[in-house]
């Protein structure tokens, strides 16, 4: 049974870079056709996919986002991070972690794996 965690701030300033971890157990991140993708849900609103990072390492990004985001990881600890640079209080929101098969998030699928989700809030 694969199982994901997301980790980090729950409060972060304006104009800083948000930073997540998501670790991974049961399952190896570099397994063949999937991908690890970070999806939020700010309040009141539907899911927003953010981007994701493919077995073999290569990135995917959010058109909108993607000026402010990047996604890494770190094979030997099974982990990988996103980073949101220049926050503002629009980036408040629950974000998730999840493996999927399909590139772009915009519903959860019963065959994907979801973590619980970390509440952020970007305010001084």
């Known amino acids: 049974q694969v199982q994901l965690q997301e980790s980090g701030p729950g409060l972060v300033k304006p104009s800083q870079t948000l930073s997540l971890t998501c670790t991974v157990s049961?399952?190896?991140?570099?397994?063949?056709?999937?991908?690890w993708s970070w999806i939020r849900q700010p309040p009141g609103k539907g899911l927003e996919w953010m981007g994701a990072?493919?077995?073999?390492?290569?990135?995917y990004y959010s058109p909108s986002l993607k000026s402010r985001t990047s996604i890494s990881r770190d094979t030997s600890k099974n982990q990988f991070i996103l980073q949101l640079s220049s926050v503002t209080p629009e980036d408040t929101a629950v974000y998730y972690c999840?493996?999927?098969?399909?590139?772009?998030?915009?519903?959860?699928?019963?065959?994907?794996?979801w973590g619980q989700g970390t509440q952020v809030t970007v305010s001084s």
């Open positions: 990072i493919a077995y073999r390492g290569n990135t």
């Open positions: 999840a493996r999927t098969r399909s590139v772009v998030v915009t519903a959860r699928n019963p065959n994907d794996y």
């Open positions: 049961g399952g190896s991140i570099t397994t063949n056709n999937y991908y």
